[in-house]
C-alpha cells in the first residue's frame, strides 16, 4: 500500500466550479500535510499546509484533513482557468522531515 | 515564500557523460535540501536528503555513485549525474528547507535532462 494515495484524474470542471481534491494515507503518525500546485514543466509551490486534523482557509482555497479516517482534501471556490494545473498532496514524514507525495491530480479549468 | 534557484533549466548530454544540476537558495540558509525526480505525468520521487556538511542519505533504489549530491554550503547543493544514459533523461526538481522550519520546503524550477 502506498504511504499516499491520490486520484491522478483528469478533472475537468466548467469555470466557477467548486472543485474537490482528496487524499488518503495510510500513517496514523503523520502530522502535517502539504498541497503543492504545479503547473506544466515547472517546480511545485506551496499552497497551504495544515497541522493535525481541521480546516485552514486561504482566499479561494481550504485545506481539510481528518484524521480520524485519514483523509485530506483541498477544496477552491469559484474556480479560474489559471487554476489548471496539477495538484500534489504531501505528507511530512520521517527524522528529516522528508515529504511524501501523492500521484498528483490534474486540474483543467474550462472557460 | 522563500526563493530557490536551480539551474540548469534545460540540458541535453551526450550519452556516458556527466551533467552537474544546481540548488541554491538564495534568501534563506537550507539546513536540508532533497532532490527529486519526476517522469512525465508522474508524481515526485524522493531521491535523496542531505544536510549541510553531511553525506546524503538515499532512497532504496537509487544509486549513490550515480547521483552524487554535494551540500557543502547552507545555499547549494549539486546533484551530479554520472556517465548519463537515455535512461536518465527525467525532470529533477531540488526542494530547500530552512532552519528553524520544520515542515514547510521550497521548490526550485526543475531541470529537464535529456541524454542522447
Known amino acids: 500500500q502506498k504511504e499516499v494515495e491520490q486520484d491522478p484524474g483528469p478533472l475537468s470542471v466548467p469555470e466557477g466550479a467548486i472543485v474537490s481534491l482528496n487524499c488518503t494515507y495510510s500513517?496514523?503518525?503523520?502530522?502535517?500535510f502539504m498541497w503543492y500546485r504545479q503547473y506544466s514543466r515547472k517546480g511545485p509551490e506551496l499552497l497551504m499546509y495544515?497541522?493535525?486534523?481541521g480546516n485552514k482557509e486561504d482566499g479561494r482555497f481550504t485545506a481539510q484533513v481528518d484524521k480520524s479516517s485519514k483523509y485530506i482534501s483541498l477544496f477552491i471556490r469559484d474556480s479560474q482557468p489559471s487554476d489548471s494545473a496539477t495538484y500534489l498532496c504531501?505528507?511530512?514524514?520521517?527524522?528529516?522531515?522528508?515529504?511524501?507525495f501523492g500521484a498528483g491530480t490534474r486540474l483543467a479549468v474550462h472557460p | 515564500g522563500a526563493v530557490v534557484s536551480q539551474h540548469p533549466s534545460r540540458v541535453i548530454c551526450k550519452s556516458g557523460t556527466s551533467v552537474k544540476i544546481e540548488c541554491r537558495s538564495l534568501d534563506f540558509q537550507a539546513t536540508t535540501m532533497f532532490w527529486y525526480r519526476q517522469f512525465p505525468k508522474q508524481s515526485l520521487m524522493l531521491m535523496a536528503t542531505?544536510?549541510?556538511?553531511?553525506?546524503?542519505?538515499?532512497e532504496q533504489g537509487v544509486e549513490k555513485d550515480k547521483f552524487l549530491i554535494n551540500h557543502a554550503s547552507l545555499t547549494l547543493s549539486t546533484l551530479t549525474v554520472t556517465s548519463a544514459h537515455p535512461e536518465d533523461s527525467s525532470f529533477y526538481i531540488c526542494?530547500?528547507?530552512?532552519?528553524?522550519?520544520?515542515?514547510?520546503?521550497?521548490f526550485g524550477q526543475g531541470t529537464r535532462l535529456t541524454v542522447v
Open positions: 542531505s544536510n549541510e556538511g553531511s553525506k546524503a542519505t538515499y
Open positions: 495544515t497541522y493535525s486534523s
Open positions: 504531501a505528507v511530512v514524514s520521517g527524522g528529516y522531515n522528508k515529504l511524501i
Open positions: 500513517n496514523s503518525a503523520f502530522q502535517y
Open positions: 526542494s530547500a528547507r530552512g532552519t528553524g522550519t520544520a515542515t514547510e520546503a521550497f
